[in-house]
């Protein structure tokens, strides 16, 4: 990957349909995402799409699913297939996987297999779809070999479309993505890279207080429109965070083409500005510009 032509590199975006057409939510949590983002209807793209609509944007993405089928009974889409078709598009695609917590030793084999043998550069999780809570010493083996293998762990945060309008959620417990349980987890794996993913409604402040306190944890912006970040998140992302924040878009639901162009209106400090578009996610990524 050639970092120096990139314009932007997007650390959030799903792959939301395999090969074969499996979906990585049930119906009924797309449905309910659509309507959260107003997405109504909108477009699942192959991951072969998303390496040329990012490439025709001279940007790169971090590419994942999600792995809940402990709690939804929905099988994810395989993390091999998302690393291969990366691979295909290693120009523009950086694959990240996920694993449900619950799955134990047998998850543990996964991620060090993912790494070592399909290149996967990074973990998702989403502790509210997987029913889990951060701070669960059930994960921690799982925490313990990604902190050894050298890759980040990004954490869903805050509030979730998915299953939002939903009798009861869908299921879905807000309270397990509160980043202040992440607290733990940067305490106890203290040189796992960590990103708090999305401004975190209603924890945005204990976003910021983990982030600070903490050397490896890191907060990406996707998820939300900037034109909407609470002004304490920009602040910080001004100063402080300055070498901490990250571009996500939440593509597809979000575009990239939607958040920069609201992100280009929202009063950042001019050389701060490459950083969180490029420079940020290039160093935590290992992409070193050459």
Not at 148 to 155: H, I, S, Y
Not at 165 to 170: D, E, M, Q, R, S
Not at 185 to 202: G, K, N, Q, T, Y
Not at 258 to 283: C, G, Q, S, T, Y
Request: net charge negative; proline share 8%.
């Amino acid at each position: 990957m050639d970092v120096t032509s990139l314009t932007a590199i997007d650390v959030h975006t799903h792959a939301e349909i395999s090969k074969d057409g499996h979906g990585a939510l049930s119906p009924e949590l797309l449905g309910a995402s659509e309507e959260y983002f107003k997405a109504h209807g909108h477009r699942q793209p192959t991951i072969d799409e998303m390496a040329a609509y990012y490439r025709d944007r001279r940007m790169a993405a971090v590419v994942f699913t999600v792995d809940a089928e402990h709690a939804t009974g929905h099988p994810r889409i395989s993390n091999e297939e998302v690393a291969e078709s990366c691979a295909a598009h290693a120009d523009v695609l950086i694959p990240f996987a996920s694993i449900d917590p619950h799955k134990g030793r047998a998850g543990v084999r996964e991620a060090r297999r993912l790494v070592t043998e399909h290149g996967v550069r990074g973990f998702k999780f989403h502790p509210s779809i997987q029913a889990f809570s951060p701070d669960d010493r059930v994960a921690y083996p799982l925490y313990e070999a990604i902190e050894e293998l050298g890759v980040p762990a990004l954490f869903h945060t805050g509030q979730t479309g998915i299953g939002a309008g939903v009798p009861g959620g869908g299921g879905i417990r807000l309270k397990y993505s509160n980043p202040m349980l992440v607290d733990d987890v940067a305490v106890d794996f203290p040189e796992l890279r960590i990103i708090l993913a999305h401004p975190s409604f209603p924890w945005q402040d204990e976003a910021l207080a983990v982030a600070t306190h903490k050397p490896h944890v890191y907060i990406d912006l996707s998820g939300w429109s900037p034109k909407y970040f609470p002004p304490q998140l920009v602040r910080y992302a001004n100063s402080l965070l300055k070498e901490k924040v990250l571009f996500g878009s939440d593509y597809p639901v979000i575009t990239p083409d939607r958040w920069l162009a609201d992100f280009e209106k929202l009063d950042i400090k001019p050389e701060v500005r490459p950083r969180i578009l490029k420079h940020n996610a290039a160093k935590l990524l290992g992409l070193l510009e050459k």
